[in-house]
């Protein structure tokens, strides 16, 4: 009974001498001074790959459209004579990285004495495939040759050359042709250079994937064509959003923006295939933390103390200094114990490093200053003072992908879709936080996302 008497008379002073100014100051954690602009997000870039396939019936198609299935012309021999020609469907097939077109031709010639004559003909054509700067897929190194059976025509090419007739104009459709990619890659580069707002609490944050460039590796002839395309992208989150990038979120034109200009593709001597990763940079204020603790405050005020059921912590304010985080809150509230009855009212102080744990942002080693942990004992609430700072940690939470998650979903939608060249189609396989870095006055978040991407001509079923 003694001791604890000594212990009541001992706390009262302690009180008391804390109550002699109702109002008291800690020495805390130096706030670094206030800087000015957005938070810097400083992305690295990175490839969006996708795998391009062509089909064989695809490119027979396009060379069905673009070579004539009839045509005519003249040649000298006692006298101009006149010829026509028409062909069957093509065979297109591949051998040792060419393309090779087959096809059956019929052939008429004016002859002076037989009148006309028709001759079958077989038309081959060897030819290599690549994709110039313009995204066409064009056939170079062309070989025509053109022959038949029939001896009657033998003896006209010798005398007339209709062979080389006949091949020249036809090579000189096969080399024209062209198919057109661009349409495919441009939809896909409009979407990814869009930016996209969406709402974090009360706040804004603006995602931006900013296509830098589109690469493309050695053209691979298969059962059809084959080759990846990787675009460069510096993706960011601001959050809030930027002044200029809220702006451009938000407005409504009156008229349809102009579409962004499609970078010329540059031919690379390899890219890495398969799923690609892309490193995405979060900067967001620290008023986000802010408003993270304050949800978990009932109509602004925490009551943690048992002992001193009206003493209350408020105005929960997050900064960094010296590579930690600091949450200051504001404690206040009567003491009414031991014959003393007075108000306090001033500042509280917890420091810690940031982590990530299991895609949370975190601060697992947040713990009052010594000036804070002094307060708190002479204020008899040392016990408590580890209930402060456990619900502290527990508050200073975020789930980092319930933030990205936006950005997630606009690189999955925004690489899947379909137009007339053919059918475009991303996922986002994997998410994953990898670093936390506080700034005088932003944190920057660094999360991982790992998908894949594939191009196929004509869309697969």
């Not at 020495?27 to 396939?53: C, I, L």
């Not at 994709?131 to 897929?137: C, K």
Request: charged content about 25%; proline content about 7%.
């Amino acid at each position: 009974m003694l001791r604890r008497a000594v212990a009541s008379i001992a706390v009262a002073f302690a009180i008391a001498a804390v109550a002699s100014c109702s109002r008291f100051g800690a020495v805390y954690p130096p706030r670094p001074p206030g800087t000015a602009g957005e938070p810097m997000v400083d992305p690295t870039p990175s490839r969006v790959v996708a795998h391009v396939s062509v089909t064989s019936g695809a490119l027979a198609r396009a060379l069905e459209e673009a070579v004539p299935r009839r045509g005519d012309g003249s040649f000298n021999f006692h006298g101009e004579r006149r010829y026509d020609w028409s062909r069957d469907d093509f065979t297109v097939g591949f051998s040792q990285g060419r393309v090779v077109i087959d096809a059956r031709v019929r052939a008429r010639l004016a002859a002076p004495i037989f009148g006309h004559l028709e001759f079958p003909l077989d038309l081959h054509v060897v030819a290599e495939p690549v994709v110039n700067t313009e995204y066409t897929v064009r056939l170079q190194s062309t070989e025509v040759k053109v022959q038949s059976v029939d001896r009657r025509l033998a003896v006209a090419d010798y005398v007339a050359g209709v062979y080389a007739t006949l091949g020249e104009q036809i090579h000189a459709q096969v080399k024209a042709f062209s198919y057109d990619l661009k349409p495919l890659v441009s939809e896909a580069y409009a979407r990814m250079e869009k930016p996209v707002s969406f709402d974090v609490g009360d706040a804004t944050a603006c995602a931006e994937l900013g296509v830098l460039g589109v690469e493309a590796g050695p053209l691979v002839v298969a059962d059809g064509l084959e080759k990846d395309i990787a675009l460069i992208i510096a993706p960011r989150v601001t959050l809030p959003c930027g002044s200029a990038n809220k702006a451009a979120s938000s407005s409504v034109a009156s008229a349809e923006p102009p579409r962004p200009t499609l970078p010329p593709l540059a031919n690379v001597a390899t890219i890495v295939p398969g799923p690609f990763t892309v490193t995405i940079p979060i900067a967001a204020r620290y008023d986000e933390l802010t408003r993270a603790m304050s949800a978990t405050f009932t109509n602004g005020k925490y009551f943690f103390s048992t002992e001193y059921p009206d003493l209350y912590l408020e105005k929960p304010e997050v900064y960094e200094s010296q590579g930690q985080l600091v949450l200051k809150v504001h404690i206040q509230g009567p003491v009414h114990k031991f014959g003393i009855s007075t108000d306090l009212d001033g500042d509280l102080y917890l420091t810690g490093k940031p982590a990530v744990i299991d895609n949370e942002l975190r601060i697992p080693d947040l713990e009052p200053t010594i000036e804070t942990r002094n307060l708190l004992l002479s204020l008899k609430a040392m016990a408590d003072s580890d209930k402060i700072r456990d619900q502290a940690r527990a508050a200073l939470r975020l789930d980092i992908g319930d933030r990205i998650r936006p950005i997630r979903d606009k690189l999955s939608s925004d690489l899947t879709f379909g137009t007339e060249s053919g059918c475009f189609r991303g996922a986002v396989d994997k998410v994953e936080v990898t670093g936390v870095h506080p700034h005088a006055s932003y944190l920057r978040v660094y999360v991982s996302m790992t998908g894949r991407a594939a191009v196929t001509v004509p869309c697969a079923k």
